[in-house]
């Protein structure tokens, strides 16, 4: 299958107006190589869209994501968060339980706290996979961050009964 080119899709979204974005970026550390190359793909990416206004923090697995996720959410400081990890596949159903917890729990506080919360914490077979995976899946999250919160700021000013500018 081959790749989406993603540039067509975002194309919406003027740079300009992505450096106005305030946007926090949670990456694990755990699995390190492979959450590094997420991370660094995603933050490449923002940097060509134009935002400017990107606070990176690091937890040390999948699992405190959400945690701090919530508290970021709540602070008011961020139109977008990112949360980025990688949990491989083992012999066990541990990723599973966990990749499902982070599921539900970043959902649910982005529904909450109506602060997107872009899911990109991987769960491939084998590290082959991640690493296949990781440059692709880091620039969709920086994608689909900006678009989700220049959506989220046009439906509050609708809310809100201002005219839409076009």
Known sequence: MKPTDLSTIFASVPRARAACFRIGVIAARYNRSLCDALLESALATLAKLGARKVVVCRVPGAYE??????RMARSGNY?????????????TSHAEHLAAA???NLQRLAVETEVPVIHQVLT????G????????RGEEAAR?????AATMGTAGR?????????
């Open 79 to 91: 139109d977008v968060l990112v949360a980025l990890g990688v949990v491989l596949q083992g012999g």
């Open 124 to 127: 491939p077979r084998t590290e």
């Open 144 to 148: 689909a961050a900006v678009e989700m």
């Open 65 to 70: 994501i959400p945690v701090l996720a919530a």
């Open 158 to 166: 609708a809310r809100k009964g201002e005219r839409r500018r076009r």
């Open 102 to 104: 982070d599921a539900v």
């Open 129 to 136: 996979d991640a690493r296949a995976r990781v440059r692709l």
